[in-house]
Nanobody, 129 residues
């Protein structure tokens, strides 16, 4: 199983930017679809963005489309989430996750939380007004 470690969270004012990174180890990185999810206090964990093994296909939640960008460096075994024009409602703990590529049979499936079976510990993002 792949192990995931997130970094890059912090506090920023609304309208600002942050970049999250996720380092993967343990299994062949290219065997996995990589995703970012987030969980605000008292709420369920929600899908944010995902990227396929090659980096050629990405999928975003409507709430972040046009503001966030996911990318992956296969050689470096990392996946990143560039977050721009941040809003207070983006405040949450952000989790990196990996899903076996064989389980993801459609673009929409890239957003299905239950298909991801490896998770990082999470990193806090706080956006102040």
């Amino acid at each position: 199983q792949v192990q995931l470690v997130e970094s890059g969270g912090g506090m920023v004012q609304a309208g600002g930017s942050l970049r999250l990174s996720c380092a993967a180890s343990g299994r062949t990185f290219s065997d996995y679809v990589m995703g970012w999810f987030r969980q605000a206090p008292g709420k369920e964990r929600d899908f944010v963005a995902a990227i396929d093994w090659s980096g050629s296909t990405t999928y975003y939640a409507d709430s972040v489309k046009g503001r966030f960008a996911i990318s992956r460096d296969i050689a470096g075994n990392t996946v990143s989430l560039e977050m721009n024009s941040l809003k207070t409602e983006d405040t949450a703990v952000y989790y990196c996750a990996a899903a076996a590529a064989a389980r993801i049979t459609s673009i929409r499936a890239m957003g299905e939380l239950l298909l991801y079976d490896a998770w990082g510990q999470g990193t806090q993002v706080t956006v102040s007004a």
